[in-house]
């Protein structure tokens, strides 16, 4: 018997209609297979927090300086974990002599074990960093959002006090602030880095709302009769956080480096405290004769900020919805 084509096929199957054109196109699709598209049936959607963190674990940029962060964590918290010295224990006998036995970078001017200090070091700095970050971020996006969400003389006061902030230089700020005090703890560094620096968060997380706030899932909650409240917290924040999250992110690394340069000056942090940025000045005048008192901090600080700085690079890239 000869073989039909799918018209004589169609025909000899009797009305052939647009109900048996139909039902033919079902059985075909029953019998293909699902595209990369398919869900499937009860598979729920994924959210851009999910999709995010399935991008960062798959990216090696992000699962480096995530674990070099981790490592900088621990040992701010137990530096005697690798460190057994005092970094406050000083030999004026060994002063500027190089690696020996159980002291593998060498001594600074004073006679201190640099390896000690230098361990002991990343505490002050991952301190600053941690806490300016959450006060800057937490203040900013506060004072950003709410000048976002309702506007009129809220914003326009917000966006005069802080093209004021943006106005003042920050090496300069902090000379004259802090030469005043005369603490040695990392706090005024601190309330001093906050100050001038909610008012970058405070600009991405205004604009950020402003453009949150007129889509149509939030228009729908306000025909619906949510208040301000709700929306802001249920509806606008978790959509609107994204932007902030990655600029504090990579501020981060800054903040350290702004601690370590004010530090640096002689108006940061002060002896008996230890710091990156103190060793790298008491360092600087004997560069010549002992490189190894310069180059152990700074290259620790240089570590550091570059590992927060790809950290916020990764989830940058993993946030932005652009770059998918």
Excluded at 110 to 136: E, F, K, P, W
Excluded at 256 to 278: D, H, N, Q, R
Aim: glycine share 12%; aromatic share 8%; charged share 15%.
């Amino acid at each position: 018997m000869p073989e039909q084509t799918p018209d004589e096929a169609i025909s000899a199957a009797g009305a052939g209609g647009p109900t048996d054109l139909a039902l033919a196109e079902g059985d075909s699709l029953e019998k293909t297979p699902g595209g990369p598209g398919d869900a499937g049936p009860g598979t729920k959607p994924q959210s851009l927090w999910s999709d995010a963190w399935r991008d960062l674990r798959r990216n090696p940029v992000f699962i480096i300086s995530a674990l070099i962060i981790l490592f900088l964590v621990v040992i701010s918290i137990w530096p005697q974990l690798i460190a057994s010295g005092d970094p406050l224990d000083c030999d004026l006998g060994k002063a500027q002599e190089g690696s020996q036995p159980g002291h593998p970078f060498g001594f600074d001017g004073q006679g201190c074990d640099v390896y000690t200090r230098v361990v002991y070091g990343a505490r002050n700095s991952v301190t600053v960093g941690i806490c300016s970050t959450l006060g800057v971020a937490l203040i900013g996006s506060v004072l950003g959002g709410l000048a976002g969400f309702f506007g009129g003389w809220w914003d326009a006061i917000l966006s005069r006090l802080t093209d004021i902030f943006f106005g003042i230089p920050v090496v300069l700020g902090g000379l004259v602030f802090l030469s005043v005090v005369t603490s040695s703890t990392v706090w005024p560094v601190i309330g001093f880095i906050v100050l001038l620096g909610w008012p970058q968060i405070a600009r991405i997380a205004r604009g950020s709302v402003i453009t949150a706030k007129h889509n149509d899932y939030v228009q729908a909650a306000r025909a619906l009769g949510a208040s301000n409240g709700r929306m802001m917290l249920r509806h606008i924040a978790p959509n609107a956080v994204a932007p902030v999250i990655v600029v504090a992110t990579i501020a981060l690394g800054t903040y350290i480096s702004l601690e370590a340069t004010l530090s640096f000056l002689g108006v940061g942090l002060k002896p008996p405290a230890v710091s990156w940025g103190i060793d790298i000045s008491a360092a600087s005048q004997y560069i010549r004769n002992a490189p190894h008192m310069l180059l152990w901090p700074a290259g620790a600080l240089a570590v550091t900020v570059l590992a927060f700085i790809m950290l916020g690079d990764a989830v940058r890239d993993a946030l932005d919805p652009k770059l998918r």
